[in-house]
């Protein structure tokens, strides 16, 4: 699928069996909200999650009990594992002892210089990245006192303080965030970081907020961050199932052709020409392609006034005719279906078609 922008060059970091940044993909994230010690609750998340998209989940890890779970937690899922890890660097030897994939901590707050080296040459040994994240809400102090308040110079500031560390103990598979809750103080901050350095970006807007203004917050922030080209992964954050996370930012790089495998929906906003019943069957159609890893366009469509050549660039799709649906592809109207079974008639033909695009 062509890219919309050209992509920022950023350095290839591996996370398991994905590298983030280099010419690959945006990868999709998101984070549990199980107790990370609950392993069957946990799993059963992470497992949901891998089923709507998600391909790399990050567990939060506060206590000893959490670290203990990790290694079973990760012998049960099938995408790579991130821990998050605030100070406590037992917790960050635990967790990589215990076979993750990357560790999410920031070298500057771990401590004693020791304690930094033994993550760094732990992670070394196993080959892992380790995560730098910025927060605005969480600065530095010195940083704090000199801007007065968080700022994109201070935020990036900060993340050249903890890749110093890193950097100064020949450590290079960094990925940072800057993340901020005010989305122009996140879109300067990820434009100042991709000037000043080439590890690839994390990006999000944090404590966007639930599930809809969420959604709007985080598409407006990633997707001006994402249409100046910079951003190798992203993760929503919403107060609400984190399932609903993986599928906004799959619609969001859907909008900016930066997600391959999957299906997009073209629906009309229906209007006094509408021949049937749009809104229930777009609602239907939409469930139904959630699950489809194939680059697809499927239109539904109210009439066939304008329907069709409205949707030209569709694979497939329907539009309303009085008590009947006309079938199309790329514009063309293939056959006429009976209004009761046009629903079932396109969804065969959804499929067909996603058998022969895997066939390509
Ligand atoms: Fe109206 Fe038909 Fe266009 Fe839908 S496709 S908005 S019903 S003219």
Not at 22 to 41: L, R, W
Not at 48 to 65: D, F, N, S, T
Not at 215 to 234: E, H, P, Y
Request: hydrophobic share 45%; proline share 4%.
């Amino acid at each position: 699928m062509p890219k919309m922008v050209h992509r920022s060059k950023t350095r290839p970091v591996r996370v398991g069996d994905l590298v983030i940044g280099g010419n690959n993909e945006v990868i999709i994230q998101s984070m549990t909200t199980t107790k990370t010690h609950d392993v069957e609750a946990t799993v059963a998340e992470i497992l949901r999650l891998e089923e709507a998209g998600c391909q790399i989940v990050r567990v939060a890890c506060p206590e000893e009990r959490d670290a203990l779970a990790l290694a079973e937690i990760k012998s049960r899922i099938n995408i790579p594992l991130v821990v998050d890890i605030h100070f406590n660097y037992k917790l960050a030897l635990m967790a990589i002892e215990a076979g993750v994939d990357k560790i999410r901590i920031n070298p500057g707050n771990i401590g004693r210089r020791e304690k930094v080296e033994a993550v760094v040459t732990a992670a070394k040994a196993k080959n892992i990245p380790i995560r730098i994240g910025v927060n605005a809400g969480s600065l530095e102090k010195h940083i704090l006192e000199k801007y007065g308040y968080p700022t994109a110079r201070g935020m990036v500031e900060s993340a050249l303080h903890h890749i110093k560390i890193l950097e100064d103990l020949d450590f290079h598979d960094i990925i940072v965030s800057l993340k901020a809750s005010d989305v122009q103080l996140a879109l300067e901050a990820y434009q100042l970081a991709s000037e000043s350095f080439d590890y690839p970006l994390h990006v999000g807007i944090t404590e966007s907020g639930p599930l809809r203004t969420g959604s709007l917050k985080s598409a407006a922030g990633l997707g001006a961050i994402l249409s100046r080209g910079i951003g190798n992964t992203v993760r929503v954050s919403l107060s609400a199932d984190p399932v609903e996370e993986v599928k906004v930012a799959k619609e969001v790089l859907k909008s900016f052709g930066l997600a391959a495998n999957a299906a997009t929906l073209i629906s009309c906003p229906t209007c006094g020409r509408i021949e049937i019943d749009l809104m229930a069957i777009a609602a239907e159609i939409e469930d139904y392609i959630d699950k489809i890893q194939v680059n697809i366009k499927v239109a539904v469509l109210g009439c066939a006034v304008n329907g069709p050549g409205e949707a030209r660039e569709a694979d497939i799709g329907i539009a309303g005719a009085r008590n009947e649906g006309l079938l199309f592809r790329h514009g063309e109207i293939i056959r006429k279906v009976p209004e009761a079974t046009m629903v079932e008639e396109l969804k065969k033909e959804i499929d067909a078609i996603v058998l022969e695009k895997e066939a390509e």
